[in-house]
């Protein structure tokens, strides 16, 4: 499978963005899928995992401003990040092991198959 992840960009503190990742050579249905980030110099974090089901988990750090979704007829996995704030300034990714259908710890970052990423800049 592909994931390619897309909607980043520079966004005023309190803004919002959409990211999405699509997904080519395999179905995402079934599956869970992860968004982690990298913000510079610092370690990988999970921040949500949609299930299979479409129900999620999110890290304290962002729950109640993002929101995860699944659109099985297109393919693709969205996050909605609303009132971001400087400290999501991140690399986003989309990764999936194509395996379990229902998330484990967000502390899990030893996904098989990784987007690309798209960078998420919010100045303050």
């Known amino acids: 499978v592909q994931l390619q992840a897309s909607g980043g960009g520079l966004v005023q503190s309190g803004g919002s963005l959409r990211l999405s990742c699509a997904a080519s050579?395999?179905?995402?249905?079934?599956?869970?899928i992860g968004w982690v980030r990298q913000a510079p110099g610092r370690e990988r974090e999970g921040v949500v995992c949609i299930n299979s089901d479409g129900s999620t988990d999110y890290a304290a750090s962002v729950g109640g401003r993002f929101a995860a979704s699944r659109d099985n007829a297109k393919n693709t996995v969205h996050l909605q990040m609303n009132s971001l704030k400087p400290e999501d300034t991140a690399v986003y990714y989309c990764?999936?092991?194509?395996?379990?259908?229902?998330?484990?710890?967000?502390?899990?970052?030893?996904?098989?198959?990784w987007g690309q990423g798209t960078q998420v800049t919010v100045s303050s």
């Open positions: 990764a999936t092991d194509l395996g379990p259908s229902v998330c484990g710890d967000l502390r899990y970052l030893s996904y098989s198959y």
């Open positions: 050579g395999s179905t995402l249905a079934g599956y869970a």
